[in-house]
């Protein structure tokens, strides 16, 4: 069943687990991602980034979407991840996306408030979460600017006034993640996770989180973490198992075949990550 955000991640905030929100870039994304959501039994969020969009349109993502979620009986919320303004956050309201992000991170703090406000404001009206960003996550998302050589850590002060005068109801925090390939092990900044949590009633976000060490996501969970978003990841163990079939079967000219291998792959990895965020059973 298609559901928004609020119910399954206020749950996973006050029982302490994490609900996994997975980047979907085709039909195939859709399916394995939810295979994965049925056999833990976990709730899903399944999530478009504005450049995905660019290539089908949001809605055909939420025709796929919303028929994954009308076979399954696990919740599954649709999202719209770095929304890049608000014309594009209102498109995808009203196409009937079941959340969406606005992400003001890359402007000063006060224009990241004006940005993030008007989309908060219809969210409430309309019944639909909306997840803000503040301070910075390193990297490349998508098509916006490479953040690199800016303080990456949220102020948890700010954090306190920038939820007041904006009325998000999620925020993604800048806690030393990345977007895109890690180059060395990455480090969350846990001290940061709970000063923050300690200060903020609504859940919080982790992004850039393909590559981090599993115990490091598990330590942010337990320490107020509630929503974990994976991309790259998702793409790498898509291309691998696509690859691999085609690498055994050259001759071979049914996408079908080695679509399998990919979903398979997304699949796997998909139900390590949701028993490493505690949400298996959680459905």
């Known amino acids: 069943m298609l559901v928004t955000t609020k119910e399954m991640l206020l749950d996973a905030k006050k029982n302490h687990y994490g609900v996994g929100a997975f980047n979907v870039e085709n039909l195939e994304f859709v399916m394995a991602v939810l295979a994965a959501a049925e056999e833990t039994k976990s709730p899903v969020i399944m999530q478009t980034t504005p450049g995905t969009v660019k ?22 919320a649709l999202h719209l991840d770095h929304g890049d303004g608000f014309e594009r956050c209102m498109q995808a309201m009203h196409t009937g996306y079941t959340s969406v992000m606005i992400d003001g991170s890359h402007v000063p703090y006060e224009e990241n408030i004006a940005t993030t406000a008007p989309v908060a404001r219809v969210g409430a009206a309309m019944g639909i979460p909306v997840e803000a960003e503040l301070g910075k996550v390193g990297g490349k998302e998508d098509d916006g600017p490479a953040v690199e050589g800016e303080n990456p850590y949220t102020d948890p002060d700010e954090a306190v006034e920038f939820v007041e005068r904006t009325g998000c109801t999620s925020l993604a925090i800048g806690v030393g993640t990345a977007h895109g ?15 923050i949590a ?5 859940p919080l976000v982790l992004h850039g989180t ?26 790498q163990a ?11 079967n050259p001759e071979c000219f049914d996408p079908k075949k080695p679509a399998k291998w ?17 949400s298996v059973g959680r459905a």
């Open 55 to 76: 290539s089908a349109g949001l809605d055909y993502f939420y025709g796929m979407v919303a028929a994954a979620a009308a076979r399954t009986e696990v919740p599954v």
């Open 198 to 202: 300690s200060k903020l009633d609504i």
């Open 210 to 235: 393909s590559g981090v060490p599993d115990e490091q996501v598990a330590e942010a969970i337990k320490n107020g973490i509630s929503k974990v978003n994976y991309a790259t990841e998702l793409r």
């Open 262 to 278: 990919g979903m398979a792959e997304i699949t796997k990895i998909v139900k390590i990550r949701m028993e490493n965020l505690g």
């Open 181 to 195: 390939v890690y180059h060395g092990t990455p480090h969350i900044q846990q001290d940061v996770v709970c000063e």
């Open 238 to 248: 898509y291309t691998k198992g696509f690859m691999a079939y085609m690498a055994e």
